[in-house]
């Protein structure tokens, strides 16, 4: 078992959308993928008639209108991750416009479901019922709702039902071309055979997905932003062995899963970040860079640059050691 940063900047996310920006689709997004619609969110209470065992995002932000809440602020906030479970305790302090503030304990519980963090548990409690605390009765059931919510929302969930929070890394190889021609295509093809095997093993050994391979690049995801460094770290290893130099950048954002593939402003924004590595660097957003402070990786200078059409400057941090490892040069 060990802290996570990662889980709690998901924790502090989640509470933005449902206190703060009360959008039930970043809710969808980082719940699992149930075949019954009905299951998607699980949400308990302080007493045994609120519990609500099988409910929707838009139910839970529908929730949180009724209790009014105008403000929170995190007292303590604690994440914990083993292997592909993770857990979170906060105590929220929570600001209304007609009634005292209140101090709530909330626990949850996260899984990785397909290289991604989902929250699958979510225990809210005050020790006192609602009605008493909030002064209000919340509603119980999905149908004392389903008249006052927004249709579009449900569409826009729908759409958007396999987006999630990934790390996604890209690596090509320096000076391809040119050295394909010096020793010839047969041994340049068994060169890449080599490299691209390793770097699959890799990918598998860090629990992440390999997308697609690009010739002499490739393309991978992973749920934690640690698992993608470490990768990251073991490929610029094994490019120590091979008579080329391999570039590799990462970037932390939503992304839409499809058939496989993965689409949309954070793959290409990582692909960007690759070309601007130079050969044999690791090169991470500062999103990535981030998320990775405090986890025992040793980051190198920022440097900002512009990236092919993508608008304004962008800082990019370099990635040279981490936990177990010396620092590269």
């Known amino acids: 078992m060990k802290e996570s940063p990662e889980l709690q900047a998901l924790v502090r996310r989640i509470f933005k959308a449902m206190f703060v920006d009360q959008d039930a689709v970043t809710l969808d997004n980082l719940t699992p993928r149930p075949a019954n619609p009905a299951d998607q969110f699980r949400v ?3 007493a045994e008639d609120e519990w609500s065992t099988g409910t929707t995002s838009e139910y839970v ?7 009014g809440v105008t403000a929170f602020e995190f007292d303590m906030i604690e994440a914990y991750e083993h292997g592909d479970v993770g857990w979170f305790a906060v105590n929220v302090l929570s600001q209304f416009d007609n009634r005292d503030p209140t101090i709530g304990r909330t626990t949850g519980i996260f899984i990785m479901e397909d290289g991604l963090w989902r929250l699958v548990q979510w225990h809210a409690s005050l020790g006192v019922p609602n009605t008493e605390a909030w002064g209000v009765e919340i509603s119980k059931d999905l149908e004392d709702l389903v008249e006052s919510l927004d249709e579009s929302a449900g569409a826009a969930i729908a759409a958007s039902s396999n ?6 890394m890209f690596s090509d190889v320096e000076g391809s071309t040119h050295m394909a021609e010096s020793i010839g295509d047969a041994e340049w093809a068994s060169l890449i055979s080599d490299h691209m095997a390793g770097l699959r093993t890799s990918v598998e050994n860090h629990r992440g997905t390999l997308v697609k391979t690009l010739g ?6 992973f749920g934690a932003v640690t698992d993608a460094l470490g990768c990251a770290l073991e490929l610029q290893d094994q490019a120590t062995e091979l008579p080329f130099s391999i570039r590799i950048g990462l970037h932390t954002g939503d992304a839409i899963h499809a058939d496989g593939d993965y689409i949309g402003i954070t793959v290409n924004k990582a692909a960007r970040i690759t070309s601007a590595a130079e050969p044999g660097e690791v090169m991470l957003s500062s999103v990535t860079a981030e998320m990775a402070t405090g986890q025992g990786f040793d980051l190198g200078s920022d440097r900002t640059v512009e990236l092919k059409g993508l608008a304004g400057s962008h800082r990019l941090t370099q990635l040279v050691g981490g936990p177990d490892r010396n620092t590269r040069p």
């Open 44 to 46: 308990i209470l302080a």
């Open 61 to 67: 932000v529908q929730r949180v209108k009724e209790i």
């Open 163 to 168: 987006t999630g929070t990934v790390t996604l």
């Open 216 to 221: 002499d690049g490739a393309m991978a995801a």
